[in-house]
């Protein structure tokens, strides 16, 4: 089996949201897509693993929140890159509440949705969700996932479904040890409060490898 | 609710295939996802009214077979606006049998499953597959959705779950009647063999709308 194979199928980037009682939180997901047209649903799968699993089963509700090309990758780093348990995945975020959800002004398009059924597997849960509200946001192009790799340099969480050990970093290259983004380059030239653009850690975390 | 925030969810295009008694079949599916990473599964959404639907649940397998921006678009009209019971999808198109399945060469990668669970909604079912081979084929780069609608100027199938009733056409576009091509320019300067280069009808085809 070439696990290479899996890395052609197509994925967006989204920021999968729901409530942790009255507060709210989130995590990064790429698999989501409609299954249905009418009523509209949409599956979404998310890593047991993941905090956010445990409020949407609890809520009964979670928005699928679209990333555009040049939404802030911060909110990748913070939303896939730490645990909503004890981060507070909104803190510094713009959001409002759009179809019962919280919703990152940062986005392209948001998908608010009732859980109506679900399937577990070995690691994820697909949520199966009606569309309760759904609206494009402050527009721009949507992320694919092969953008965030290829453009924003970014990695993948191990609890994402897409996980694969990472190839090798060429020679000269530097990774974030925190979120795995890739820089080019030499650390030093950087300035004293460089910040990763994905996960804003500072550039003691670039570990040549 | 604004349906056009569906869109913005990124896809892929593939050929979901499998065995109808030993004769290949398959459709066309925008809807696949990898669900988990070990052991390796993936999920996707078939219409219920997709012939192709009915011969996975019969014989327990199918293959995710991936487009790439430059596979014939003949194969996407011959796979997703024809049906498999009474048209032999394979005619004419070259493929092999891999990981148990039909897979057409003109594909840059191929995932062939056996199903573990199903979910049903109101129209499509969700085949849950644990992966039993896979690999990158001919090479290319994966065609998503929004390169089909763009660049291929392809429409979508009504049995897709991501159907949403087309904006018109501007004023001088002709649309194909069979596959919902769009054409801009006046088709009696075409030569009389053309053919459309999604489902391969012929130019009399062409509705000014």
């Known amino acids: 089996m070439n696990k290479n194979a899996f890395r052609t199928l197509s994925y967006g980037v989204y920021l999968c949201t729901t409530w942790d009682e009255g507060r709210p939180t989130g995590c990064v997901a790429n698999s989501a897509m409609q299954i249905t047209s009418a009523p509209a649903t949409i599956a979404v799968s998310v ?118 050990a990472e190839p090798e970093p060429r020679k000269g290259e530097y990774v974030c040890d925190v979120c795995g983004y890739t820089f080019e380059g030499d650390p030093a030239t950087l300035p004293d409060d460089w910040k990763c653009p994905v996960c804003g850690k500072g550039k003691e975390h670039l570990k040549k490898r």
């Open 47 to 164: 890593n047991r693993l993941n905090y956010t699993n445990e409020k949407i089963a609890d809520t009964g509700y979670f928005s699928v929140c679209v990333l555009a090309e040049d939404s802030d990758p911060l909110l990748i780093g913070k939303f896939g890159f730490s645990s909503g348990k004890d981060t507070d995945k909104f803190d510094g975020v713009p959001y409002a509440v759009r179809g019962k959800l919280p919703v990152p002004d940062d986005c392209c398009a948001w998908i608010s949705c009732k859980v109506v059924d679900r399937m577990e597997t070995s690691t994820h849960t697909v949520f199966l969700g009606e569309v309760i509200d759904a609206d494009t946001a402050r527009g721009g192009k949507p992320m694919t996932y092969a953008y965030y790799h290829e453009v924003v340099k970014g990695a993948t969480a191990k609890n994402a479904p897409t996980y694969i």
